[in-house]
């Protein structure tokens, strides 16, 4: 950030009165430009034991599997905004389930929520930002070509909850309560 | 937004190519300046049948109670962002338990967490934010003197948990999957 928004102005770095983190401030108008994190908001779209991915057309990870997921628009709810993504990246129509991960990734700036959701029909239809999609047995995922490392902890956590809680009649059950956990930065993993 | 923060020349109003809705465009810098909806990261500070509320000495809602949550910042997780905010309104270190609410709120693009949190000390002091805190018995909360709606929200979850899963030993146990709501505007609530 340079100039003001809203006045044009050069803007400064600096503490405000009151404050404590440094912030950009326009001498000209005094608007302090606050800047917060961005919601990715997608879904982990199900029918029985299969899950949509989409094979990404655009960078970053261009080639590698995601989830359907993607920035948050305002005037829409978090789960409007994961049924959009859905819709646009995989033309496939979705019920949400549960919450089923709230991922915070502070190192870009961002918190990924995933929903659990129940596929509605088999019409999907690759969207611009998609190269191709796939239905993919639960016992069968890409690991090795997984775009990002939450849509990992995401499926990994899908697992376990399918692995530890099969009831009796063999019908899947998911995990009640979401995963919350923090994704540090690359280099800093095990 | 009147300007590029980028290169200070005046911004357009229209929508990008492969986009499907208007943005604030430069002609200058080609720079899109998306606009996202922002968290507020809370607690519901917890001392066995009590809870921490605040004051709000800043407005809107001077005067009114609230719990303590504010705006999260880059480079911190919705946890840190909590437990921080819990610290610079009330002055209280808690512990993290759970989420317990992700609540939409789409008009003025906001997203709000709160957390369950168990206070670990008694040694609170008003922030420059805050009139006053008080630790109120969950059966005689300040109901007509709530500051927001999610506030209200949280708590009446809070209150929900707790009247439907009593132990037989008596112990409070707490909702372990957290409330997900869209709050409409004020005009279109029943
Ligand atoms: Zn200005
Ligand atoms: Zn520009």
Same mark, same amino acid.
């Given at each position: 950030?340079?100039?003001?928004?809203?006045?044009?102005?050069? !803007?400064?770095?600096?503490?405000?009165?009151?404050?404590?983190?440094? @912030?950009?401030?326009?001498?000209?108008?005094?608007?302090?430009?606050?800047?917060?994190?961005?919601?990715?908001?997608?879904?982990?779209?199900?029918?029985?034991?299969?899950?949509?991915?989409?094979?990404?057309?655009?960078?970053? @990870?261009?080639?590698?599997?995601?989830?359907?997921?993607?920035?948050?628009?305002?005037?829409?709810?978090?789960?409007?905004?994961?049924?959009?993504?859905?819709?646009?990246?995989?033309?496939?129509?979705?019920?949400?389930?549960?919450?089923?991960?709230?991922?915070?990734?502070?190192?870009?700036?961002? !918190?990924?929520?995933?929903?659990?959701?129940?596929?509605?029909?088999?019409?999907?239809?690759?969207?611009?930002?998609?190269?191709?999609?796939?239905?993919?047995?639960?016992?069968?995922?890409?690991?090795?070509?997984?775009?990002?490392?939450?849509? @990992? @902890?995401?499926?990994?956590?899908?697992?376990?909850?399918?692995?530890?809680?099969?009831?009796?009649?063999?019908?899947?059950?998911?995990?009640?309560?979401?995963?919350?956990?923090?994704?540090?930065?690359?280099?800093?993993?095990?």
């Amino acid at each position: 950030m340079n100039f003001c928004s809203v006045c044009g102005h050069p !803007v400064e770095r600096k503490i405000p009165p009151l404050d404590h983190l440094p @912030r950009y401030v326009c001498p000209n108008c005094a608007t302090i430009h606050y800047e917060n994190p961005r919601i990715v908001a997608g879904t982990l779209p199900l029918r029985g034991n299969q899950i949509l991915l989409c094979r990404r057309a655009i960078a970053p @990870r261009i080639g590698y599997w995601t989830l359907p997921a993607g920035f948050m628009e305002c005037n829409e709810s978090t789960l409007e905004a994961a049924m959009r993504e859905t819709w646009e990246e995989a033309g496939a129509r979705v019920r949400i389930d549960a919450l089923h991960a709230l991922l915070d990734v502070p190192h870009i700036h961002q !918190v990924h929520l995933f929903y659990r959701a129940t596929l509605l029909d088999l019409d999907w239809v690759p969207g611009a930002e998609t190269l191709e999609i796939r239905l993919f047995p639960l016992s069968c995922l890409p690991w090795d070509e997984l775009a990002f490392p939450t849509v @990992r @902890r995401a499926l990994e956590y899908l697992l376990r909850g399918e692995a530890t809680a099969l009831s009796p009649q063999g019908t899947t059950r998911y995990p009640t309560v979401p995963l919350i956990e923090t994704l540090p930065p690359r280099s800093a993993r095990p």
